[in-house]
């Protein structure tokens, strides 16, 4: 049975984001436990939603039709189909619970503000933004099972203030509600809760906001090339043959909010709306400066193995979170890029030898390198690619010769 457990305070996130940049596991003494006890205020709401069983010996009769026959009582051997079906039902479980998601106050008040690059919005920008999740979630739901709140943008923000994990500064014009520097990193952890309930039409937003005007071809035609990668990631339902009517849907209820126009098969912005369409599309930044990350070392080093792929993707992600200020500690998570690595491998950029198909992975990295800011982009390229000795001047390059 799928177990979606959703939380509105998690006393152990500031634990969960040092195992992520890389410390280990630590024993919880008696003494921290007691100290944890004072933190016992304002936790909030838990959530438990239960996900679409899945049977396991109906899977198994269906995908593994010997494993009855493979069961040896007296001699106990690891059948050679355990590990990929073990896999693979953990891949279907993770895809339940992932649709069997809750959004609540405190997980789409911290998608809005970690959006926005000060980690700041007024009240008014910040109730605007719940409202478009909020109604995205209702209008074009990412899966039956997922909870979406019943309550008004306003009551949400009050209800995740009460939280006190930010902060709200008063001036003469009203609110601005502040996520501390400090509260940044840990509010990563309740972002990536409903990250996967966003992320499309958030890819669509950051296509629309950086082309301006682009066809639904288009638009299908550049989701579709990565899209293997965000459904291994994120465990996304979809199949890659569904995205034509979920693009559709999800399209016309960006329209229907006026965060883009739409005339016959072409999409545009529209400039009456574009804050709210920004912080939709800010919410796939740092997932599309990852993928640029790999498929630029891939395809300046098509023959770079894996081990190596997958370390220097994580070096130069470190690079880009000093140098750019990325607060995410899973935007250099070892997981992270061994799956992508992987995805690519199955998806055929990576052939049986090991060698990239450069021509593959230039088109997705020039269609990435268009989705993320120039500062970023060559911060990526100044690394990715040897540079290219500088030429002499004329006069050098002749007194040089003479010296022979």
């Not at 040896?72 to 896999?87: F, G, K, M």
């Not at 990193?185 to 990250?195: A, F, S």
């Amino acid at each position: 049975m799928p177990i979606y457990i959703g939380y509105e305070h998690v006393m152990e996130v500031g634990t969960y984001a040092k195992e992520l940049r890389g410390a280990t596991k630590e024993k919880e003494s008696l003494l921290q436990m007691m100290r944890g006890l004072r933190k016992l205020r304002n936790l909030g709401q838990g959530y438990v939603n239960f996900g679409e069983p899945l049977p396991l010996t109906a899977y198994l009769n269906q995908h593994v039709p010997q494993w009855r026959e493979s069961i040896d009582p007296i001699e106990a051997q690891r059948p050679s189909w355990l590990t990929p079906t073990v896999n693979d039902l953990a891949g279907k479980i993770m895809v339940r619970i992932n649709n069997a998601a809750a959004a609540n106050a405190m997980n789409l008040c911290s998608t809005a503000l970690l959006a926005s690059r000060q980690r700041s919005l007024t009240r008014e920008q910040l109730i605007e933004q719940l409202d478009c999740y909020l109604q995205l979630m209702r209008n074009a739901p990412y899966a039956d099972d997922v909870t979406v709140p019943d309550h008004t943008p306003g009551e949400l923000l009050d209800h995740a203030l009460n939280m006190d994990k930010f902060e709200v500064e008063q001036d003469n014009i009203g609110d601005i509600i502040i996520l501390p520097r400090e509260q940044a990193v840990l509010m990563t952890y309740y972002r990536n809760n409903i990250h996967h309930l966003l992320v499309l039409p958030s890819l669509i937003a950051s296509i629309v906001m950086h082309h301006r005007h682009v066809s639904r071809a288009e638009l299908l035609r550049q989701i579709g090339l990565i899209y293997p990668m965000l459904k291994a990631e994120l465990f996304l339902h979809y199949d890659k043959e569904q995205l034509p009517e979920v693009l559709q849907t999800l399209t016309d209820e960006m329209a229907r909010q006026a965060l883009i126009c739409v005339d016959g098969d072409e999409l545009s912005l529209n400039a009456g709306r574009i804050r709210p369409l920004q912080l939709l599309a800010a919410g796939v930044r740092e997932t599309l400066q990852r993928y640029a990350i790999t498929m630029s070392l891939l395809s300046a080093n098509p023959s770079i193995n894996r081990g190596a792929l997958e370390k220097e993707s994580r070096i130069m992600a470190q690079r880009l979170s000093v140098l750019h200020g990325i607060n995410a500690p899973e935007f250099f998570d070892k997981a992270v890029f061994s799956t992508l690595v992987a995805t690519l491998r199955e998806e055929g950029y990576i052939n049986d030898i090991g060698d990239a198909i450069r021509e593959h992975t230039m088109e997705v990295y020039t269609m990435l390198s268009d989705l993320i800011t120039p500062e970023i982009k060559l911060t990526i390229e100044s690394v990715s690619t040897p540079a290219e000795p500088e030429a002499l001047p004329a006069k050098a390059e002749a007194d040089g010769n003479s010296a022979g």
